[in-house]
């Protein structure tokens, strides 16, 4: 059974960080750009990184770079966000996908940045 499964997700005060990861399992990710996004309620699903199959390279959009770091470890399956300098703007469910010829998605983790 093909799953991706995200973890890390919670509550941080502004400012604060957290790490998300991402567990495949039912398939290699090795030859999967792997990507994160975003969503809140009434708003579409927002990219927030992208990393190539071999990690190499890694894109950003403009309002989480310099912050968010996104890297993978093909060995075990799993993918990371490190998410620095936290705003209240970043809260969202964060989901991750697979994509080649096919695209999963896991289910989703609640970040929510407050004080």
């Known amino acids: 059974q093909v799953q991706l499964v995200e973890s890390g997700g919670g509550l941080v005060p502004p400012g604060g960080s957290l790490r998300l990861s991402c567990v495949a399992s039912?398939?290699?990710?090795?030859?999967?750009?792997m990507r994160w996004y975003r969503q809140t309620p009434g708003k579409e699903r927002e990219l927030v990184a992208s990393?190539?199959?071999?990690?190499?390279?890694?894109i950003y959009p403009h309002s989480v770079k310099g912050r968010f770091t996104m890297s993978r470890d093909n060995a075990n399956l799993t993918v990371y966000l490190q998410m620095n300098s936290l705003k209240p703007e970043d809260t969202a469910v964060y989901y991750c996908n697979a994509i080649d010829r096919r695209s999963y998605w896991g289910q989703g983790t609640q970040v929510t940045v407050s004080s």
């Open positions: 039912g398939f290699t990710i090795s030859t999967y750009t």
């Open positions: 990393i190539t199959q071999t990690g190499g390279s890694t």
